[in-house]
């Protein structure tokens, strides 16, 4: 199910603006990689550029190679709405439509991409919702709107509604950033339980967080204000926190810059 | 030294002692309201200069002077401020409906003398002017028809074109479209009219009607698609860009293609807006009289068919029957008047109700 992400020398632009250099990196299937940085060091671009969303605003446009399984994710032939359904997002903000029930927020992926028969839908929200431990908390008012969720659950059906079509790898920009505590945690345990069938790659600006649920951490920098961000350091999330190779990383994740 | 910088330090503003603030009573509002009312009656009718309607203004201005001065010595000028504000909006509120309610009762008045079974089922096909019948059928059914079809034309080319401009275009095509439509809000109802007239029904119409130029309900509907495309546009694009973004992105995240992301997740969320700028442009052409004029001609006989001859609609109507030589036609003026209304108002609460449908229960 899961699969390999290879990045090599990806660069993005938004129009004539160079949001990240030469990002090269591999993630491994089956793992969580989380991506740390001071604001505006290109992880949400670089993060974004994975499943084809960076192209989405008028001007952007990146460079370089992303695969996935040695497949090329920016080929001329590579139909986008493929590579976004075997790579799923999840938002900083909950995003549940808002003129969709709960259920049919959590099968809209599998609906809007054709899947009529009932007893299918309702078997994969069920799946989905149990998966992202929503299930106990909405099973008796799937027919009520999604916005009527408070915001941890809203941000867990959008989980639900991700991994509802089944994706390969799911990326998350700062799914916690909007979140109380006790949500965050629903969602990092949500994490561990993922990571057993799906690659994940998330951004966060939590660096407990990331200590807590990755196994590798790449870190993220930029010179100074309108440099393009680098990938400064990659590396097994523990030596990353307790042994870095790099005196900027240090000074990051000990708070003495950024 | 440390004295002198001390000296310079400025002074904190004076903290309030107490929470608490002089107020004036409740009821003294209103009885400042009755002494102005009386001391402008007694200037107003004992000078002999004006009736009822200055003495309601004098006594609005003399109100608000009055409170003023009261809260200013009561409460303070902040509070008198905060009351002479309240109070001027609230009027700028009751002047704002005070024409609105007064041609809702005029209508009613008005236009219930004949509102009766012969009004609704008749036209004025051999009603002469001593003939107290006759009534607006064939306008009822041209207006349907007329409106009708325009809306069949306009709604899906406008609502479209703004789903061009705004999930589509981009550069100078787009922005040209959008400077158009824009010019085309302001084009004069009576010119839509002249360019159907010599447009279609003197150039086109023809071609299929053996050659004589053809007035028609159906060229009336033309004219007034051209003056409701540019409303149902601007409405619909602004509907369209108050979308969040994260709504899309988040149905292209699952893989969703563009059109469908427009169709399913956009449109259902703009929807209710959307209606809401149709039926101000429906409500528009229904009320348009010239067009109708112009390129359908008017009539007085039921004509089902608006693809050929003369048809009417309730405006045309109105401004007809207004202008008539009997004593029994300003009546079937008024009535049309409540009728096209009436019709507009129950349109537009029934899209409402529709529109409604189709979001989900809290």
Not at chain 1, 9 to 29: C, Q, R
Request: proline share 5%; charged share 15%.
């Amino acid at each position: 199910m899961a699969k390999r992400i290879e990045a090599t020398d990806v660069t993005a632009y938004y129009g004539g603006f160079k949001a990240i250099e030469n990002i090269s990196l591999t993630v491994e299937p089956k793992t969580v990689t989380a991506l740390i940085g001071p604001s505006g060091c290109g992880k949400s671009t670089f993060l974004r550029s994975i499943n084809r969303m960076h192209e989405v605003l008028p001007g952007a446009r990146v460079e370089g190679s992303l695969t996935i399984d040695n497949q090329d994710i920016y080929d001329r032939d590579v139909d986008v709405t493929a590579v976004r359904r075997m790579i799923g997002m999840v938002f900083q903000r909950p995003n549940p439509f808002p003129t969709m029930s709960i259920f049919e927020n959590v099968v809209a992926g599998l609906r809007l991409n054709g899947v009529r028969r009932k007893s299918i839908l309702e078997e994969a929200a069920e799946k989905a919702l149990r998966s992202a431990n929503l299930w106990d908390e909405v099973k008796d008012r799937l027919g009520k709107p999604g916005a009527g969720l408070s915001g941890g659950q809203q941000q867990r059906l959008c989980i639900a509604r991700t991994i509802a079509v089944e994706p390969q790898v799911v990326l998350m920009d700062e799914p916690c950033s909007a979140l109380d505590p006790i949500s965050t945690l629903a969602i990092e345990d949500l994490m561990f339980q993922l990571k057993d069938k799906f690659t994940i790659i998330i951004v966060t600006h939590n660096m407990q967080q990331a200590a807590r649920v990755s196994d590798r951490t790449a870190f993220f920098s930029i010179e100074k204000t309108g440099d393009p961000g680098r990938l400064i350091e990659y590396d097994n999330t523990q030596k990353i926190f307790s042994n870095p190779s790099q005196k900027k990383t240090e000074d990051y994740i000990t708070g003495r810059f950024g | 030294m440390t004295a002198t910088v001390t000296s310079h330090r400025p002074q904190p503003p004076a903290q309030p002692v107490t929470l608490r603030a002089r107020r004036l009573p409740a009821y003294a509002a209103p009885v400042i309201a009755v002494v102005a009312l009386l001391a402008s009656a007694g200037v107003v009718y004992g000078a002999g200069i004006g009736g009822p309607v200055l003495v309601v203004v004098v006594a609005a201005l003399l109100y608000l002077a009055g409170l003023y001065a009261a809260a200013n010595a009561v409460e303070g000028r902040r509070a008198a401020r905060n009351r002479t504000w309240s109070a001027l909006i609230h009027s700028a509120f009751v002047l704002a409906v005070l024409p609105l309610a007064s041609v809702v009762w005029t209508l009613v008045s008005k236009g219930s003398e004949r509102l009766d079974g012969n009004f609704f089922g008749t036209s004025m096909n051999n009603i002469g002017a001593r003939d107290a019948n006759g009534g607006a059928y064939h306008a009822i059914v041209g207006t349907l028809e007329q409106v009708g079809i325009a809306t069949l034309i306009t709604v899906p080319l406008g609502v479209l074109c703004a789903i061009y401009v705004v999930e589509y275009g981009r550069g100078r095509f787009a922005f040209t479209i959008r400077f158009f439509v824009d010019v085309m809000t302001g084009i004069p109802s009576i010119v839509t009219g002249l360019f159907v007239l010599a447009f279609w029904v003197l150039v086109v119409s023809p071609w299929f009607n053996d050659g004589r130029p053809g007035f028609s309900g159906f060229a009336a509907a033309l004219a007034l698609s051209v003056l409701m495309l540019p409303t149902v546009v601007r409405s619909t694009e602004e509907m369209l860009r108050l979308v969040p973004a994260p709504l899309r992105e988040g149905a292209y995240a699952l893989g969703v293609p563009k059109w469908k992301t427009i169709l399913r997740v956009v449109l259902p969320t703009a929807l209710p807006g959307i209606v809401t700028g149709i039926m101000l442009a429906i409500a528009r052409a229904a009320g348009e009289t010239a067009p109708v004029l112009l390129v359908a001609g008017g009539g007085a006989a039921i004509n089902f068919n608006p693809f050929e001859n003369n048809q009417s609609s309730l405006a045309l109507f109105v401004y007809q029957q207004a202008g008539e030589a009997s004593k029994y036609s300003p009546a079937r003026a008024w009535t049309a008047a409540l009728t096209l209304v009436a019709l507009v108002l129950i349109l537009t609460v029934a899209a409402k109700l529709l529109a409604r449908r189709n979001r989900l229960g809290r």
